[in-house]
């Protein structure tokens, strides 16, 4: 049994450079991945019902408009209360919501765990609630 030195170490000499590219790609899709999360983390868009902190889900919708209105001068503040799942999502800033208590709308902002800071508000077709 022969062993030949020089093949071998020619063998390792191209193994290094393709650990090294191996790596520097593995590197660049972590850092990829990273970047993507961060900018998911941006700015999200929530369609719901403007509602109060008092009632939320229950008073949601045209009907309780006024209830929703009466509450915020008692103290409650403005959420939304979202579609479908009828979550509600606490509002950083509620003075944006003043004057769409019981619409329909499209907040756009960027949400800080429970709750969402909202940089826009849009009026939206009505929902089937």
Do not use: R, W, Y
Request: charged share 20%.
């Amino acid at each position: 049994m022969l062993i030949n030195c020089g093949s071998a170490a020619k063998k390792v000499e191209e193994i290094l450079p393709m650990k090294k590219l191996l790596l520097i790609c593995l590197a660049l899709c972590v850092m990829f991945v990273l970047a993507g999360i961060t900018f998911a983390a941006g700015t999200t868009t929530v369609n719901g019902i403007v509602s109060d902190s008092k009632c939320g889900a229950k008073n949601a919708g045209e009907k309780g408009a006024e209830c929703t209105k009466e509450c915020v001068k008692k103290g409650a503040k403005l959420v939304v209360v979202t579609d479908g799942d009828q979550k509600v999502v606490a509002v950083d800033n509620p003075d944006v919501l003043t004057g769409h208590e019981g619409h329909h709308v499209a907040v756009t902002g960027t949400m800080n765990g429970d709750s969402m800071h909202v940089d826009s508000v849009k009026m939206i077709a009505k929902s089937g609630m």
